[in-house]
């Protein structure tokens, strides 16, 4: 380094010295689990789950759409509103003690928790990042200028407590009995005492990136899409491995789902469609290992689907809200709640999926996003429904909606997993539906074919009887897929009448002249699987009929399939039968080597 | 053997295979005449039409009736051919049911038959062609008066020519 440069830096770091230093900065310590216990132990946590307000109510806030939108304030008990009003609105709502708060216009506003009415309104310059409440404070989060800024304010006056700034980017505040908890630059997570302001210490997650943080009266938790931790001690070891890490197994076909708000994300600041995509979940606390799921699992909300998984990943049940979509979702613990478009609440047991409420708030408008404060709360489950798996996963794969098109495949794909006609009839349905999106078409042959499953021989005969009529105007509906699904019943012992009865409907199709060579190969192949030995009479006058026929006779693909079920499956006769077919001056070349090259391939 | 080659993939094969089969009075062979209207290929199942024609197949009316609805020109020539006194009623109450081309077609070629009778069952195919509007009834009607001597009188070719008269008489 010269002197010159040498000097320069000198300077520039005595002028970053000067004023005082931003609360959230580069160089503080982090992951000091003394520090970090000793925050978490500040916080005011109820002995059990229980909602942020000082009433001890389960709540709920729902927007509706209008200009201005339209607060309605219900008390989850009750069937009636507490009250509602018009608000300027641009921002989700928080929940306080006593106070809801909530960017209204440039201003944050709180509003009395219990009638509606303004309490107290602050000016926000700059860009909105977000807020959080809990009983006693406000807190915001914006960024203006160069300047990123946490500040907190007083629940009953709005009086500006404190304030805390930062020198690169902060994401929306969470609030949790006393703490604030500040994400920073993506990285840390700080904990902030809410009385004084004072950042009690900061937790960095070495291998995750912090996006995400979502706190319930008891526990808070931290991560990103790609995994979640859980807050406590151990997470001062900035490691998965010796963190409360874990992750749901969201499948691909749900791959909006997120763990929770984006604190980053200014979209995310009001309600979104990210609202309707969310993974819902508690955690067992537990001293050593990994996270574990409360309740055995998770659910997903996606729009208008509840789909609670195991642990593992294994789909347990699902829910489908009728017509319109669920715009809000939470868990509780006890709960998970979940409010529709056009104010339907409805409340799911977490492990079983049995739906304990489903109640018309009639709020009086469409709803576009809710905040629940219910934490612990479950409804009075004497007239739970028992969860309709199978009945949901059918409808959902027979849903119009196009948006949900890979949805539908998942359903399809659990569903598959159970045997029985009935599920056989939905794959059928798929094949044979010609609005059904060609990927779930595709999915539906694939898991068709690969079904082997004997209790569905009777469904697949009866798609068997759909044939070419001109008359009646139809047409075989997914033949090489049923087909193909009857062949790989080959060795299940099926009943002798269903074998029969295949057998039957498998002969039309073979004789059917409008039959073409690439479906007759699994039509041969099938009859062959079940037939055992008596589908070679109806084979033999197959090949015969066709020998010289320059569709059939000339498609290499047919002529291997005939010449493999006889030569292969067949006795002498059949064998016999090959030998004349290939003497004959008029059978088709491709057929007549076929039948050489089998022949010469046996020892016989 | 006819049936096999009636299901054979070549349609010319399976059209020969039907106009051969035509006149067998088996119950399978007159299955698989009725069993060709279905083809989905247009020439098969004239030949099945014909064939229902040509070997008297009742069982084929249905089928045929269908085919007319569709307007196809064989079912029509096909339950012309079939037609008697009962049958031919049976096709005049389809009006309004299928094409009035398709009908006019069919009836026409009733009365062309020169075994078909009595006259009281000519003069009822005469007055059905009579209700329809479509051109092809007036040519039918015009047909047969021409194909039909004056002498002896027969009163479906008078109730023809009453109808024909009634239609082109105001035309200049």
Redesign the interface.
Known sequence: MTRTSAAWLLAILALASCGPKPTFRLTTADNDRTALTSALAKRQVPSSPAPVNSAGKPRAFLVLSGKPPTIVAYDLDATTPLWRTPADLDSRIWVGGDFIVAREGHALVARDQTRGAVRWRVDLPGDFIGAAADRERAYATIHDGARWRLAAFDGASGKELWHADADGKLGAPVAQDGLVYSPYLSQWLGLVDGKTGEQLTRVRAREDEIAIVRATSQVAYYGSKRGLYRLDARSASGTRADSTFGRAVIPAELDRASYGRDTYDPVQVSYSAADRTRVLYAAEPIDTGAFVFASGGYAIHYFRYMLGFTSAGELRWAYSHPRVELVASDDTGAALVAISATGELVALDPKSGARLLSRALSPGGSVIGATFDADGWAPDAHDAQPAQTSAVLSGIVADRDARFDRVKELALVTLAKQPGGEVTKVLIDVLADPRAPQALKDRASDLLVVRADPDSLPVLVAQLAQR?????GTEPQALPQVARSIAGLAGAALAPDRAEAALTALRAHL????TQAPDLVFVIAAMVAIGHGSERPALV?HLW??HA????GGDPAWAQAIVHALADHGGPGEREVLRQVAADPRTKPPLASAVRDALAARSD | MLARYAGHHAPNVRAAALAAIATYPDPAARAVVVAGLHDPVASVRAAAASAAAAGRVREAEDALFALLAKGEASAALALAGLADADLSRKIADHFGQVPEASLAACLGAILRRVDFGPDTARVEVVRALGKLTDPSATHALTDYIDATPKNPPRPSRAEAEKLVEARVGGAP
Do not use: H
């Open positions: 070419t009529d001109y008359i009646a004789d059917a002249p409008t006058s009929l066709n026929a320059d569709e059939l």
